[in-house]
């Protein structure tokens, strides 16, 4: 079936550090890729997307590149903030469905 | 900005109780859709409804859950005869359109059963 395998967390990070939250999926065909982040007491955001291969999604510094040789779909960025503490999801939706598959998330705290 | 709600955040029950799991999604979205998280583990699809019907739902979302929009703004979730093991966070969410467009998620409501 289709599977989303993400960083087991939690992520401890400086100010300014470069961040990665690795992401790889099992999936039939050709999924649409997804980042999501929850901020404390909220609902998830979407962050970013992808819908083929080699496509890059970007949004607010953070960029992930869907990899259909690897099954990956990392997650980047090269100074984070206090501000991006949250926990981060990355899913998968196949073409014809309305179902988006989520990997476990993934708990970043940064540090001033 | 428009935001999906969820009322409560939190509902204690015992087990074999009804609970109803309420949501506002955005005013123009046609797509309607609810999850659940279990401490610890995935977010876990459970059903899609458009057009007042189920669109697609998980093998989760059996005879004893069923959702409805009873009016044009709400859309609820209930399960009839709650067990232990649907303790979890429920996220409801919509979207304007269907077919990979962003899902935008409400903040969850914490359901625990006694």
Known sequence: GNSVTQMEGPVTLSEE????????????GYPSLFWYVQYPGEGLQLLLKATKADDKGSNKG????????????HLEKGSVQVSDSAVY???????????????????????? | EPEVT?????????MGQEVILRCVPISNHLYFYWYRQILGQKVEFLVSFYNNEISEKSEIFDDQFSVE???GSNFTLKIR???????????????E?????EQFFGPGTRLTVL
């Open chain 2, 81 to 95: 005869s709650t067990k232990l093991e649907d303790s979890a966070m429920y996220f409801c969410a919509s979207s």
């Open chain 1, 89 to 112: 999801f990355c899913a998968l939706m196949k073409g014809g469905s309305e179902k988006l598959v989520f990997g476990k998330g993934t708990k970043l705290t940064v540090n001033p």
């Open chain 1, 17 to 28: 550090a470069f961040l990665t939250i690795n992401c790889t999926y099992t999936a039939t």
């Open chain 1, 62 to 73: 953070f960029e992930a590149t869907y990899r259909k040789e690897t099954t990956s779909f």
């Open chain 2, 6 to 14: 969820q009322t409560p955040s939190h509902q204690v029950t015992q």
């Open chain 2, 69 to 71: 929009r009873p009016d």
């Open chain 2, 97 to 101: 359109e269907g077919g990979g467009n």
